[in-house]
């Protein structure tokens, strides 16, 4: 029965992405003369639900209003529960790691958490305050636990927040990825965690980490091993031959962590949409990608909008 109904699922995720925005769209939208006038674009066209701005400049409240709608969507179109809880996990732990931080800042409220996540953000909020991390995934537990070890052992940084909870975040993806049928999911964990592990090694030459304290910041669970991520740090450029071909394409971007990253993007989807199977979840997670990726560039445009960027020049940004 939830095969039929994932194949129900797939004929209207077929009809929703004929919305998504293609280049006409968002070079009308890179025409608008001013960032009142593209965030009106935006709004009349429904896209954030509507969602009556004040003031045009706080268009990440519509953005974020989108992305909550789209996550709705997934959560009502995926039938493959370890899938969905894979994709989700991303957003959980961004949530996660705003709670963590507004707990020791002594922040009240959930600005910055995604609603339309996992678990409901201001019972979370609250239970994170108490300590109490029973109702959320072990290793979520385990990450929260060890933020407040660090904190109560002086090591008040935003960044150990970030570091803990991220690891257990990759943790988390892979225990998921491991328990769905789906392959392209395993493939896509394995790959986030190996791009990942690369350009974290860029930045963090960049920013003159020792080796250990680049070592202790290695994600477990890809197929490049230890070993080849520290031999690359110590400049032996042989060790490039361990590395697949779709991890070596980020690693060779000359230190350039911006044009790693949008690699690892680039690859990300052709993992998903490579030999593509309508009859199950894959045409949802493929749109799902299209459709975050529309609201990054949107992100982009507005961004160049509201910095008065050359019009020629906004639309160079815009690659689908």
Do not use: H
């Amino acid at each position: 029965m939830s095969n039929e109904k994932q194949i129900f699922a797939n004929g209207r995720v077929a009809v929703i992405s004929t919305k998504l925005f293609g280049i006409d769209k968002f070079n009308r939208l890179a025409d608008c003369n001013n960032i009142a006038e593209a965030v009106r674009v935006l709004v009349e066209g429904g896209y954030g639900g509507g969602v009556a701005l004040a003031d045009p400049n706080d268009y990440d409240n519509m953005l974020r209003a989108e992305l909550d709608s789209a996550l709705a969507e997934l959560k009502e179109l995926c039938f493959d529960k370890n899938a969905l809880a894979f994709l989700l996990c991303e957003y959980d732990f961004v949530n996660a790691k705003t709670l963590m931080k507004a707990k020791y800042m002594r922040i009240d409220g959930t600005n910055g958490c995604f609603v339309g996540a996992t678990y409901e953000p201001k019972q979370m909020a609250k239970d994170f305050v108490d300590d109490d991390y029973s109702a959320y995934p072990k290793l979520m537990a385990e990450g929260c636990d060890a933020v407040d070890g660090r904190f109560a052992d002086g090591e008040r940084s935003p960044s150990v927040v970030d570091v803990e909870l991220d690891r257990a975040m990759y943790a988390q993806m892979r225990a998921y990825a491991r328990k769905t049928t789906l392959a392209v999911v395993k493939k896509l964990c394995a790959f986030r965690i190996d791009a990942t592990n690369c350009i974290t090694l860029l930045r963090a030459k960049k920013a003159g980490y020792s080796a250990e304290k680049y070592r202790a910041m290695v994600l477990q669970g890809g197929k490049v091993s230890e070993d080849t991520l520290l031999k690359l740090w110590s400049g032996d450029e042989k060790a490039t031959s361990d590395l697949y071909d779709e991890v070596r394409a980020v690693y060779d971007c000359d230190g350039d962590v911006l044009r790693a990253e949008e690699t690892k993007r680039k690859t990300e989807f052709a993992l998903l949409t490579a030999d593509a199977d309508s009859l199950s979840v894959q045409p949802v997670l493929v749109y799902f990608a299209r459709k975050v990726r529309e609201i990054d560039l949107v992100r982009t445009v507005l961004i160049g909008i509201k910095n008065n960027l050359p019009r020629e020049e906004i639309k160079a940004n815009i690659t689908l």
